[in-house]
């Protein structure tokens, strides 16, 4: 833990419809970013990730709705609140100024017939209107120079721009503000490797040195062991495991955290055969009965599919700041 909460998720429900039609797809998370702190998430495509994000930032496209929970915002200096009660006008100056979201296609994101000058310049204008035109054009060129592109792209088009610059104008536009919390959903997903290494070792110096706390999404859980404090593992829309980055790469005690790390190559040591993950992520419109991996488990067993295991607490004596939601380990599993 790097410092206080700065966001504290309670119980976020997350359904697609109404009614007995619903799908649930995110289901009684909770979460914990504090101050300076990287928290990466990570899991399968469909497991609830992105939903997550955009629901504790009220940007779920309909049908989503949020069906219960908390999230609440702790303000430097202030008193915390609820970003899930904030009206329409309270939302609108919380959305960039205090947490802000770094989307996974940068081209999708940036207008294509809109200069990268403008569309900096607008995100500062919508905040700050009283700012001077030439104030606005400063920082929107300090933010290019922050994020490693010259300020001389600013009359660029997005079509004008690699992949990569894209993707760094995306990150300067979510700083901005200076915000508290930086949301980055699968930001280097298609991007090669070396441009996925410059940009996330930028993202590390930025937050050393602007102070943000990052929530980290992707489903490469070796790009998050490199960089992140702690890891919060997803499957079928809940948390199944919760770790300290370090501990969780040694000792990943869920089997489908176990399966994730065994998906992807050592760098370093004697080389191994990979062990995908068998089968496919659950129906969310028919869950499977008891924990929602055991079709897939490798090591399920007798109360598998009849009882939900449910998350325990991370600051629990015995945890040793890390929970589990996996009948292989009953002790950290609370009961009733």
């Known amino acids: 833990m ?10 976020l429900d997350v359904d697609y419809g109404l009614g007995d039609q619903a799908v649930h797809a995110v289901r009684e998370v909770n979460l914990t970013l504090h101050r300076g702190e990287v928290l990466g998430l990570a899991g ?7 939903t997550l994000a955009y629901g504790l930032t009220r ?10 929970g908390e999230v609440i915002y702790h303000p430097p200096g202030g008193e915390p609140y609820d970003v899930l009660g904030l009206s329409d006008r ?5 959305r960039w100024a205090e947490t802000a979201i770094v989307f996974q296609g940068a081209m999708n994101s940036l207008n294509p017939v809109h200069k990268i000058s403008t569309q900096l310049t607008d995100v500062i204008k919508a905040h700050q209107p009283n700012l001077s035109a030439a104030a606005r054009t400063a920082r929107a060129r300090e933010m290019l120079r922050l994020v490693g592109i010259s300020p001389d792209r600013m009359e660029s088009y997005p079509h004008q721009l690699s992949g990569g610059m894209r993707q760094r104008v ?5 700083l901005a503000l200076e915000p508290q919390v930086v949301i980055m959903d699968e930001p280097t997903t298609a991007l090669d490797v070396v441009m996925q290494r410059q940009i996330l070792g930028q993202l590390i110096e930025l937050r050393e040195r602007l102070g943000f706390s990052v929530i980290f999404i992707t489903h490469d859980l070796s790009l998050l062991v490199e960089f992140s404090d702690r890891i919060a593992i997803m499957y079928g829309g809940r948390i199944v495991e919760e770790a300290p980055a370090e501990t969780l790469y040694r000792d990943p005690m869920h089997p489908y955290s176990q399966g994730l ?6 760098l370093r040591g004697p080389r191994r055969e990979l062990a995908g993950i068998p089968g496919s992520p659950p129906d969310l419109r028919a869950m499977p009965t008891g924990c929602s991996f055991h079709p897939r488990c490798p090591k399920a067993f007798e109360p598998c599919p009849a009882r939900l295991p449910i998350l325990g607490q991370p600051d629990a004596p015995t945890g040793g700041g890390r929970t589990v939601a996996c009948w292989l380990h009953p002790a950290r599993v609370p009961v009733g």
């Open 261 to 266: 790390l065994g998906s992807f190559p050592a």
């Open 59 to 68: 940007l779920l496209p309909p049908p989503g709705v949020i069906s219960g």
């Open 90 to 94: 309270e939302l609108r100056a919380f």
């Open 44 to 50: 399968e495509s469909g497991s609830g990730k992105s």
């Open 170 to 174: 995306m990150i300067g536009m979510a």
């Open 2 to 11: 790097t410092g206080q909460p700065v966001l504290e998720i309670r119980n």
